[in-house]
């Protein structure tokens, strides 16, 4: 009976380990004779061949491999290591581009680049060189994790050949992996000096910078590494976390593609493009991108997260417990997916569950703020306030500027404080928490200072189109992800005490902001229709939706004398207000509602979501 492709080569692997090597040579020339290009095959015949001393029959065999499958790093190391025994020392290096291209790990290649590192570099040395045994000690003290042997090694080569940059380029990254980042840099901009045309010396430089939260000049040593190699897929990656912190979300995006396009077989790009367009809410391509990332790399735990808390907004729950579901299985000590599965549990009603989770991401990382928080809803929902208002207290002392901890536990103090004076005691399965607040629309005024409107212009406003805003056309402001009523300016105040005040006597309750932005719009700017509902106000333990109001003040209206003078349009049933100066219009913030400006003077608007307690 004749064996399969898949036979020959288990049993030549098995011939091969038992050092029967004539017949594992037999074995793989068999699937050869049928299958010529065999990457498995030729490699393993490669290896034979070295064993025996014979590089140049070694050579092609290597080289047919990593062409049939570029994607296997033992098929490249194989390959170059060849090539340096053969003194091919050119075509090492070229190969060694090549294999990092295909995403092949940069500490194996670097084994590899420090026995080329004499010849690479002779202009940059003075009479004399590092030996390649003490290099190759240097780089086995680094990869072993002995950093205090790599950087005394490293300190005594660069004193000795301060002109050789390997010793420099170990040493930072030393400094690096020991958080010494300062240190770091010295080292990595010796680097870069010594070697200008070198990519690799200016992607180093570029990430100590980014880790120094020197970013502008980070950006610029990312460039410059993707102009010495266009193709550096690793450079593009990074330099897309870089333009996403600056707030360039449109060049973070393109280079994020770009590095797609670079290496299309990066499951990690894929995950990183669809985390940038989850920030940006735009879900149907993030979920795309994050599919793709599991289906390159299915025990890439972090994208399946990813994936899960895209479909949770979407409101895809059964989809998103089982993506946490995946990326626990994967990695069971992974502290957030157990919190974004018990909130998921939450959102689906199962109690029990959820509070179980809650508790195991607890267990695995106790600051986690968020399972603080997601185990008070659980608790709350079953009944126990007492032990919700600590978790929930607990929470907000790990992250005292959350918005979301501050209402919730301001939300349910209140609720207790009501029902206890009501009752005399508080269960949360016996009470309505449905406050029954009017519907209707409230339409009041106050005047304008106009000291309140300069000051705004003073203040530095970010381009809306860059934040996760509904906001379109030319729209500065604040982001609502900061209370811009807690400014400390007198102003601000004033203006958020008398808002305080008109609010509480409206709705005879107390109030709390929870969300506080202003905005500008310049002719063309508006609003898609949208609403101010969130995740928090959606969770059915809670019940927060008839709860919240959303506000807009009028602090100038600009021309109102064009064909879009910028009616505020609610939906459901639809209603156009006509903005003045001054108007302060109130609405539930379940309420669709959007906005078009066309005039030729700015408009300036704040607004403010908030809860009545």
């Not at 930072?172 to 010295?186: D, F, H, I, K, P």
């Not at 070198?198 to 970013?215: C, D, F, K, M, V």
């Not at 770009?258 to 985390?275: D, F, K, M, P, V």
């Not at 907000?396 to 404080?417: E, F, G, N, V, W």
């Amino acid at each position: 009976m004749k064996m399969t492709i898949k036979q020959a080569l288990q049993n030549g692997a098995i011939a091969h380990a038992e050092g029967k090597l004539e017949k594992a040579q037999l074995l793989y020339r068999e699937i050869l004779k049928v299958r010529p290009a065999h990457p498995l095959a030729n490699h393993n015949l490669g290896v034979l061949a070295v064993a025996e001393n014979n590089l140049v029959k070694a050579l092609p065999l290597f080289r047919m491999a990593v062409e049939a499958n570029p994607r296997i790093e033992k098929f490249w190391l194989s390959y170059i290591d060849a090539l340096i025994k053969e003194k091919q020392f050119e075509n090492a290096k070229r190969v060694i581009e090549r294999a990092k291209d295909q995403g092949v790990t940069h500490e194996n290649l670097n084994v590899l680049e420090a026995q080329l590192m004499p010849i690479a570099h002779p202009k940059n040395v003075n009479s004399a060189i590092p030996s390649q045994q003490k290099l190759k000690k240097l780089l086995k003290y680094y990869q072993t994790g002995q950093y205090g042997e790599a950087e005394k090694l490293a300190i005594s080569i660069t004193q000795r050949f301060p002109d050789h940059p390997y010793g420099w380029k170990i040493k930072g990254a030393v400094l690096s992996q020991t958080n010494r980042m300062s240190e770091a840099l010295v080292a990595d901009q010796k680097c870069v000096q010594l070697e200008p045309q070198n990519h690799q010396a200016h992607y180093n430089l570029a990430n100590t910078l980014r880790e120094l939260g020197n970013l502008d000049e980070a950006e610029a040593s990312f460039k410059q590494a993707i102009k010495l190699r266009p193709n550096f897929s690793d450079a593009h990656n990074n330099l897309g976390f870089t333009l996403t912190a600056q707030g360039k979300v449109d060049e973070a995006l393109a280079t994020y593609r770009q590095a797609i396009t670079l290496n299309a077989a990066s499951a990690e790009l894929h995950n990183n493009l669809g985390r940038l367009l989850l920030g940006l809410g735009k879900l149907d391509e993030a979920e795309e991108s994050f599919k793709q990332a599991t289906r390159l790399k299915p025990n890439l735990s972090d994208a399946h997260n990813n994936l899960g808390d895209t479909l949770s907004q979407q409101g895809r729950l059964d989809r998103a417990e089982t993506s946490y579901k995946k990326a626990i299985a994967i990695r069971p000590d992974y502290a957030d997916a157990h919190n974004n599965l018990g909130r998921t549990l939450l959102d689906l009603g199962r109690l029990s569950e959820a509070e179980k989770s809650c508790r195991q991401a607890i267990a695995l990382n106790s600051n986690l703020g968020a399972a603080h928080c997601s185990l008070a809803v659980s608790l709350y929902g079953n009944g126990d306030i007492d032990a919700a208002l600590n978790s929930i207290e607990r929470a907000s002392s790990i992250d005292p500027q959350s918005k979301t901890y501050s209402a919730i536990l301001r939300i349910l103090q209140t609720r207790k404080s009501r029902e206890s004076v009501a009752t005399g005691s508080y269960d949360t399965r016996d009470s309505d928490h449905n406050v029954q607040l009017p519907r209707k629309v409230f339409k009041l005024q106050r005047t304008v200072e106009e000291e309140l409107i300069a000051y705004l212009y003073g203040l530095e406003t970010l381009d809306l189109k860059k934040e996760r805003d509904p906001s379109f056309g030319s729209a500065k402001g604040s982001s609502n992800d900061v209370n811009f009523l807690l400014d400390t300016h007198p102003i601000i105040k004033t203006l958020a005490k008398d808002l305080e005040r008109i609010l509480m006597k409206t709705f005879d309750s107390e109030i709390f902001v929870h969300q506080s932005f202003f905005t500008i719009f310049a002719a063309g700017g508006g609003t898609v229709q949208h609403n101010h509902v969130s995740l928090l106000d959606q969770n059915p333990v809670l019940g927060l939706a008839n709860q919240k109001y959303a506000l807009v003040y009028y602090l100038s209206v600009g021309d109102q004398e064009c064909s879009e003078p910028g009616f505020l349009t609610l939906y459901e049933p639809r209603e156009d207000i006509l903005p003045t100066e001054g108007l302060i219009a109130i609405f539930p913030a379940d309420r669709n509602h959007s906005s078009v400006y066309g005039g030729n003077k700015d408009r300036v608007i704040i607004g403010v979501n908030f809860y009545c307690l």
